[in-house]
């Protein structure tokens, strides 16, 4: 007999157990769902942060957590001979915004409001930005870093900041054409920031994520490391900024004092060619050009003012030339110490009158006077017939030795090479001409260079204005050592030249130039100025200027150059640019001014 009990559940058991199972099935779905739902919400989520409110998610990561430095290397640093930091660059910070993002949160007017009172900039200028429809637009390039925190402080949308470097000047105008300028957007272009771009910039580093050129991983170089950033080398120059100040200064006082159009004063080593000061007028500040900014009109600086006159300009030098035909004519043996000229006051050469300077030209000139006599009074026609007794071959060659016609190659950039005419193509006034500094020309560079060479011994040293440079660390990457380029004259012939110049100096046209219980040496010079447009002379306008050789009872310690751009009569380098080479060796001679170090041993160039 079937026990009733187990039928009954044998019949209810399928239905009983899919009756069970229902409850838990309901429970997955449900599971299933919110998992879906959570995916989807953290799908919409990071759509939202990464892509639809990426900027403002990007600028309050950037408030919380800003960058230290910049991602570009730190360039390097100028310094003086001493080791003083003359140029820098500091950390600085670009102020951008998103137009887009800013109007979508913030009031555009009160925001503008708000920037031009912590920027200064213009309130019409600012709306304009924030109602561009550009995705980008900088407000102020290269701002104090406390001013940008200013700004970040009041968090408004679309307002963040990069990090960039600033070039500094800490001196301003001082020796602002041997330095140069950075731009508004921070690129050089002038001195030496421009000509040494490529060893104060440094090298920017590789990517931290190895890719090609599509933006692709490399597969198997993840683990190798990025290369980092190579930092710009320091240049360390062989001027002396205290010095470098003291010529300033005292040109300073000349463009007050006698109101020149041009004004220039260059210093260099006699016995190395390292070049110790030089300045120009009119002249700038290049802080002002490298803080302008987005605005750069704000920045009103005549483009003469950016000129470097004594390396680019080429003019005719006037009486300092005589210097040159003094010891060209004694070293190819043409004229003696002995020798005499006379002058009349006006004369006939090569078929033209010719005329010596001022009251001379008309009251009967100087007579009859030898090479010390002719430097010392400055005689034009005396000058003139010893170039034409020189002759125009072996005059031009000598000139060619001392490096005229020809780059000084001292490390500046835009430097002209002056003019020197092929002697085959010169006629007899031509080389007259020439011999009191006219129908040549030359830079200030390149003529305090020939008359370094025919003071210190007879050797033409190469000038240069970099004494070395240093890696970030500090260690010597490169010394830059003197060279001497070639003889170009004899000793014996460079100790006459000296006697000659100091002979100027204690009873000549260079009285002013004289210093109590030092031998010094100058030159004058006053040139007429030629108008190759209109050509012609132009009238009431000279290029006066002196050159100094100091001291001269040992071998020469520095060669000076001073010019100056005139108009009116009557001024003469005597006059104009005398004191101011004067005041300048009066600071190197003192006992607190810069020494410059002896040489041990003078090359003895071939």
Same mark, same amino acid.
């Given at each position: 007999?079937?026990?009733?009990?187990?039928?009954?559940?044998?019949?209810?058991?399928?239905?009983?157990?899919?009756?069970?199972?229902?409850?838990?099935?309901?429970?997955?779905?449900?599971?299933?769902?919110?998992?879906?739902?959570?995916?989807?919400?953290?799908?919409?989520?990071?759509?939202?942060?990464?892509?639809?409110?990426?900027?403002?998610?990007?600028?309050?990561?950037?408030?919380?957590?800003?960058?230290?430095?910049?991602?570009?290397?730190?360039?390097?640093?100028?310094?003086?001979?001493?080791?003083?930091?003359?140029?820098?660059?500091?950390?600085?910070?670009?102020?951008?915004?998103?137009?887009?993002?800013?109007?979508?949160?913030?009031?555009?007017?009160?925001?503008?409001?708000?920037?031009?009172?912590?920027?200064?900039?213009?309130?019409?200028?600012?709306?304009?930005?924030?109602?561009?429809?550009?995705?980008?637009?900088?407000?102020?390039?290269?701002?104090?870093?406390?001013?940008?925190?200013?700004?970040?402080a009041r968090r408004l949308a679309g307002i963040t900041q990069d990090l960039e470097y600033k070039r500094v000047y800490p001196e301003g105008e001082v020796g602002c054409h041997l330095l140069g300028y950075f731009s508004s957007d921070h690129r050089p272009l002038g001195g030496l920031e421009r000509r040494y771009r490529f060893v104060l910039q440094g090298r920017e580093g590789t990517p931290l994520v190895n890719q090609d050129a599509w933006g692709r991983r490399i597969v198997g170089m993840e683990n190798q490391p990025a290369l980092p950033a190579v930092p710009g080398k320091d240049l360390v120059l062989t001027v002396d900024w205290d010095l470098q100040r003291v010529v300033d200064d005292a040109l300073a006082r000349c463009w007050q004092r006698e109101d020149p159009d041009e004004a220039t004063a260059v210093v260099m080593d006699a016995g190395t060619g390292a070049i110790l000061a030089l300045a120009s007028r009119p002249n700038y500040d290049p802080n002002t050009i490298a803080s302008a900014g987005t605005g750069v009109a704000r920045v009103d600086i005549p483009p003469r003012n950016l000129v470097n006159l004594s390396v680019t300009r080429a003019y005719e030098p006037g009486s300092t030339f005589k210097v040159l035909l003094a010891a060209a004519a004694l070293d190819s043996g043409a004229v003696s110490l002995t020798d005499t000229f006379y002058c009349p006051g006006t004369t006939e050469v090569g078929g033209k009158p010719l005329k010596c300077w001022g009251r001379w030209a008309s009251n009967g000139g100087h007579g009859r006077l030898n090479m010390a006599g002719m430097i010392a009074k400055s005689c034009n026609i005396c000058a003139a017939l010893t170039a034409t007794k020189v002759g125009a071959e072996r005059? *031009?060659? /000598?000139?060619?030795?001392?490096? =005229?016609? @020809?780059?000084? #190659?001292?490390?500046?950039?835009?430097? %002209?090479?002056?003019?020197?005419?092929?002697?085959?193509?010169?006629?007899?006034?031509?080389?007259?001409?020439?011999?009191?500094?006219?129908g040549v020309a030359v830079t200030d560079l390149q003529l305090v260079a020939a008359v370094s060479a025919v003071v210190n011994g007879g050797?033409?040293?190469?000038?240069?204005?970099?004494?070395?440079?240093?890696?970030?660390?500090?260690?010597?990457?490169?010394?830059?050592?003197?060279?001497?380029?070639?003889?170009?004259?004899?000793?014996?012939?460079?100790?006459?030249?000296?006697?000659?110049?100091?002979?100027?100096?204690?009873?000549?046209?260079?009285?002013?130039?004289?210093?109590?219980?030092?031998?010094?040496?100058g030159k004058t010079g006053?040139?007429?100025?030629?108008?190759?447009?209109?050509?012609?002379?132009?009238?009431?306008?000279?290029? *006066?200027? /002196?050159?100094?050789?100091?001291? =001269?009872? @040992?071998?020469? #310690?520095?060669?000076?150059?001073?010019? %100056?751009?005139?108009?009116?009569?009557?001024?003469?380098?005597?006059?104009?640019?005398?004191?101011?080479?004067?005041?300048?060796?009066?600071?190197?001679?003192?006992?607190?001014?810069?020494r410059v170090p002896e040489t041990s041993a003078r090359p003895d160039g071939t």
């Open positions: 007999m079937v026990n009733s009990s187990r039928l009954a559940h044998s019949i209810a058991g399928p239905s009983a157990a899919r009756g069970n199972g229902l409850p838990e099935r309901r429970v997955l779905r449900a599971m299933l769902i919110g998992i879906i739902a959570l995916a989807l919400g953290l799908a919409a989520r990071l759509v939202y942060v990464q892509l639809i409110n990426r900027d403002h998610f990007l600028a309050v990561a950037a408030r919380v957590d800003p960058p230290h430095r910049p991602a570009v290397p730190q360039p390097g640093a100028i310094r003086d001979r001493r080791g003083r930091i003359v140029a820098d660059s500091v950390v600085t910070a670009s102020l951008k915004v998103d137009p887009k993002l800013l109007r979508r949160y913030e009031d555009v007017g009160e925001a503008s409001r708000y920037l031009n009172s912590v920027l200064g900039i213009p309130v019409e200028q600012i709306e304009q930005k924030l109602n561009s429809e550009r995705d980008f637009a900088y407000l102020e390039r290269r701002v104090p870093l406390d001013t940008a925190e200013q700004v970040l005059y *031009v060659k /000598f000139l060619r030795r001392c490096g =005229l016609g @020809a780059y000084t #190659r001292a490390g500046f950039p835009g430097e %002209a090479a002056g003019s020197l005419r092929d002697s085959k193509k010169m006629y007899e006034r031509d080389v007259a001409n020439m011999g009191f500094g006219q050797v033409l040293m190469q000038p240069y204005v970099v004494d070395r440079v240093l890696n970030a660390d500090g260690s010597v990457y490169r010394q830059v050592n003197p060279v001497p380029i070639r003889r170009v004259c004899s000793e014996e012939t460079s100790r006459i030249v000296r006697s000659l110049i100091r002979g100027a100096v204690e009873h000549g046209t260079g009285l002013r130039a004289q210093i109590e219980g030092v031998a010094v040496g006053t040139a007429q100025i030629w108008d190759s447009k209109k050509r012609k002379w132009l009238e009431g306008q000279h290029i *006066v200027s /002196f050159v100094l050789v100091a001291p =001269l009872d @040992a071998t020469p #310690r520095f060669v000076i150059l001073v010019t %100056a751009r005139v108009r009116g009569e009557n001024r003469h380098g005597s006059t104009v640019a005398a004191p101011v080479a004067r005041e300048i060796a009066v600071y190197m001679l003192q006992e607190g001014g810069p």
